[in-house]
């Protein structure tokens, strides 16, 4: 861990009640929160939805910072958030105001009953491992290997990078 704590990288998304906006919303409160630092968002994407396609595309980031808190206290930061930006539970892969997903905690690998760091969908996300290959391309990810090579065996079909 460094001084500024451990890096930590958050999946945002959101397809319902302005997407665009609550994408950006989420990336302010998110570098508001207590000890985060080094704060920086990727580039947004717009992408097919997961699971129903009676649905609109989705717009996704990715956030990256260093923080000392715990990963269980981030999962319950990032379902705080959720919950003031509209997001009710319903439907597994339905349409959302905002899903904030913790990624990856440093180099750690947790699996608890509420938790699994990296995020067990990862590997297969083209819309969580283009943004995040914008802001740390170099990133090897704890138990898959080289971010650059999970981005070689991950279709992209779909997915577009707003400008």
């Known amino acids: 861990m460094s001084d500024d704590g451990v890096q930590v990288f958050v999946g945002i998304g959101s ?6 906006n609550q994408v950006a919303r989420a990336c302010a409160t998110l570098a508001g929160l207590p000890q985060c630092r080094n704060f920086q968002c990727s580039p947004f994407y717009r992408s097919p939805p997961m ?14 910072f260093y923080s000392h808190q715990d990963p ?17 539970r319903t439907l597994r ?7 904030l997903d913790l990624l ?6 947790i699996v608890t009953d509420d938790l699994t760091v990296p995020h067990p969908g990862l590997p ?6 283009y943004p995040l290959y914008d802001i740390s391309p170099q990133l090897v990810v704890p138990g898959l290997g080289p971010l650059v ?3 070689e065996r991950c279709s992209a079909e779909g997915i577009r990078r707003i400008e």
């Open 104 to 109: 990856l905690y440093g180099d750690q690998v």
């Open 93 to 99: 892969w339905g349409p959302r105001t905002l899903d």
């Open 72 to 88: 269980h206290a981030l999962l319950k930061a990032f379902q705080t958030i959720e919950r003031r930006q509209g997001r009710t």
């Open 51 to 64: 699971g129903p396609q009676d649905q609109p595309d989705y717009i996704n980031a990715v956030a990256g």
């Open 15 to 20: 397809n319902q009640e302005q997407p665009l």
């Open 149 to 151: 090579e999970l981005l």
């Open 124 to 129: 297969e996300r083209a819309f969580v491992l």
